[in-house]
C-alpha cells in the first residue's frame, strides 16, 4: 500500500528473500511513487505537538466535493483509541453520515486527541464515500507540558581571567494549556558566581501564554557567571511555576563553567 504524507516522488526498494530445500533466492523490486493532490482536497494530520495530560489537539477534517453529483459519506473508522471522532453532523437517513450536494465543501469530522504517554501517535483514518475510501494519516507528537527551558543547558565554557563575566539568555516554552507564571528562580547549590538578571516584566510577575508550543521562546532572564576563583563548576537552575500540578511546577536547566586562569606564551629557540 502506498500512502504518501507529503506531495513528493518516493523511490524505494523491497527485497524478497526465498529459500526453497538449501537454496536461498532474493528478489528485489525497485518502488516509484508520486504523491499528488486529491480532489477532495482533505490533508493528513501530521507535524503537531500537544502536551501531554494538560491539552487536547481538536482538529477538524473539511471535505470537497468535487463532482456534479451528490456525493455521500457512510462510515467513518479510527485506528487508534487515541484519536477520537466525532461526527459534524447526521442526516435523517442514520445510514448516512453526510451527503454532500455536488461541489460543496464542509466540515465532516472533529478529530480529538489525548494522551498521558510521551512519544508519536500514529493512526489512520478512513472514510468511507460513495466514490471511494479516503484514508488520512494521522501522526502527532506527545511532548511534556508546563514550562521548558530554552537551550536545555548552559554551557559557560573555560574563562581565563579571575573576574571575567560571561552571559547566557534562558527562554521559557509554556506547553500547558494556561498562562503560568514564574514564582522563583534558584541554584542548586547556591552560588555567588551567578547572577540572574529577568527581563522586562509586567506588574502581575513574568507570565508565559499557554500552550505556545509553535511560537517562538520567551526570554526569561539573562544568566550571568563570574569566575571568582579557579575550578569547575556545575549546578542547575529551578524555575518554580504556579502550575496546580506539583510534577509541572518545576523546570530545570543545568549550567557548567570551567575557570582556568592563565594563557599560553611562546619562547623563541
Known sequence: VYLPYYLHHTIADITVNVSIGSVEYSYQYIIRGEALSNLYDIMPIIGMKIPASSATLT??????????????????????????????SYQSNQSLIWNLSPHSFHEILQVTIKSDSLGMIKGLISIKTSRDVLIVPVEVEVVEGGLRCVPPFLDFGVLTTLGQKKSLDV???????????????????????????LANHSSEGFVVVGNNISSSPTLLASITFTANNPGKFRGSLYIRNNHSLISLSMSLIEFEAMVLPGGIGFEHQ
Open 59 to 88: 482538529h477538524s477534517l473539511t471535505l470537497i466535493n468535487p463532482f456534479n453529483e451528490s456525493l455521500q459519506i457512510y462510515d467513518v473508522e479510527s485506528s487508534n483509541s487515541v484519536i477520537s471522532l466525532k461526527e459534524s
Open 171 to 197: 527562554y521559557l516554552v509554556n506547553r500547558a494549556d494556561i498562562p503560568l507564571r514564574v514564582l522563583e528562580i534558584t541554584t542548586d547549590p547556591p552560588m555567588n558566581q551567578i547572577a540572574i538578571t
